[in-house]
């Protein structure tokens, strides 16, 4: 089992910079690849971003750029340092943990899951 917990949301305004966290615990967790999602009222939720055990990194293609993950595996944590944030970003990200050593960007894939923490960025 792994647990984890997100934390690192609240209101911005348009262009400001939020820094996201996932703790996780539990067993084998720097093994795992972790990703970030997001889901915004009425809508499918949807993958931001993604790092493997090794450093790895993948991401959407419309977030190249504003958005950079990282993970300190001594701390069991994972980052998502997210700028020039738009009010399009405001959604509830979900950090995400996949045992299998291939970044895959579908949410069914991933095993285990955080509560999620909210962005709303105001225009």
């Known amino acids: 089992q792994v647990q984890l917990v997100e934390s690192g949301g609240g209101l911005v305004q348009a262009g400001g910079s939020l820094r996201l966290s996932c703790a996780a615990s539990g067993r084998t967790s720097c093994s795992y690849v972790i990703s970030w999602f997001r889901q915004a009222p009425g809508k499918e939720r949807e993958f931001v971003a993604a790092i493997s055990w090794s450093g790895s990194t993948y991401y959407v293609d419309s977030e190249k750029g504003r958005f950079t993950i990282s993970r300190d595996n001594a701390k069991n944590t994972v980052a998502l340092q997210m700028n020039s944030l738009k009010p399009e970003d405001t959604a509830v990200y979900y950090c995400?943990?996949?045992?299998?050593?291939?970044?895959?960007?579908?949410?069914?894939?991933?095993?285990?899951w955080g509560q999620g923490t909210q962005v709303t960025v105001s225009s």
């Open positions: 995400a943990a996949d045992r299998s050593k291939v970044i895959v960007t579908t949410a069914a894939a991933y095993d285990y």
